[in-house]
């Protein structure tokens, strides 16, 4: 059975992409969820990838796109009962690994990316962590290359000056 | 990275440090990726069997309780002529020489003329008796029947 499904992509492939991209994947999908869902939006995507009839062309982009869809229409359901999107940082489990040699606190750089706009929030997660080009990235969030292209640059622009602030008087 | 033009040098150290960040594991395991497809997929067919089923059920008790009712041979209606037809020999042979062939024609005009005939002049009209093509068998008799038996 499940050598059925995976007849259609070869199964070093599908290696590949689950190594490559499910740790990013779950990190885009808690731009709306906490991490026990986002996990399950994520699973949800490799389970569909591995049960379509013909590999997508853009696989990354099919993933991204796939867990955006999940994870907003997991938001609107939750949204209906508890309606607290904006206080999702607090108790928020990290999003990165501390390490001794980051250039950038990782708790810091969470909080600052916590307190961009959703939209902007989203271009940075999937161009640095989702490697995504811009324009992928405008296929994804369904908008025009110009506009990710300024959301990117304004979403920079906010998180070196968050950082600074930071740096000048430490958020904890 | 691509399509990153029109950033500054700033951005792109700002890029590197936040690119350098890890990502904190996920706990999904790939066997239980692999483990939901399959269930998923056992799902699906085991919905399409299901499916195809009912629909194989719905057609057995249609077929079952609907059955078609005989219907009785159509009979053209029966209509009263509002008008007087035309029941003339020459009308009659001329409706009928459509629908009949030429032989029946020409049996039908003779019975008509001898029909005709003895209307006007008796039954001294009717032809005399003809013999029927291929006789008559002989009244049988015993000594017929005794050769008729002893041949068989």
């Known amino acids: 059975m499940i050598e059925d499904m995976i007849e259609t992509m070869d199964a070093g492939q599908l290696s590949s992409w689950y190594d490559g991209h499910c740790d990013r994947l779950v990190l885009y999908a808690r731009n709306w969820l906490p991490k026990e869902s986002a996990q399950d939006v994520v699973q949800g995507a490799f389970v569909r990838l591995m049960t379509q009839k013909a590999t997508p062309d853009d696989v990354p982009a099919w993933l991204f796109r796939t867990v955006r869809n999940g994870a907003i229409t997991r938001l609107r359901r939750r949204a209906s009962r508890s309606r607290r999107h904006a206080g999702l940082s607090a108790g928020q489990l990290p999003w990165f690994e501390s390490r001794p040699d980051d250039l950038i606190d990782a708790r810091t750089a969470q909080e600052v990316l916590l307190t961009l706009p959703p939209e902007q929030r989203e271009v940075v997660l999937l161009r640095i962590w989702g490697q995504l080009s811009l324009k992928q990235i405008g296929e994804i969030v369904g908008s025009p290359l110009t506009t990710v292209h300024s959301r990117y640059k304004a979403a920079l622009a906010a998180i070196r000056e968050r950082m600074e602030q930071s740096c000048r008087t430490p958020m904890d | ?152």
């Open chain 2, 1 to 152: 990275m691509q399509n990153t033009d029109g950033l500054t040098p700033m951005d792109r150290e700002l890029e590197a440090a936040l690119g350098g960040l890890r990502i904190a594991p996920a706990a999904i395991s790939r066997d239980g990726v692999i483990f939901d497809a399959g269930r998923a997929s056992a799902r699906r067919r085991s919905r399409l069997w299901q499916g195809s089923s009912c629909i194989l059920a719905l057609l057995l008790l249609a077929s079952v309780v609907w059955r078609p009712t005989p219907t009785a041979p159509q009979r053209p209606a029966e209509t009263v002529a509002q008008h007087p037809v035309d029941i003339s020999p020459a009308a009659l042979s001329a409706a009928s020489t459509q629908a009949i062939d030429s032989e029946q024609v020409r049996a039908f005009r003779r019975y008509l003329r001898m029909r005709q005939a003895v209307l006007e002049r008796g039954v001294d009209a009717l032809p005399a008796s003809t013999e029927i093509p291929g006789g008559i068998d002989p009244p049988l008799t015993r000594e017929s029947l005794d050769e008729l038996l002893s041949s068989t």
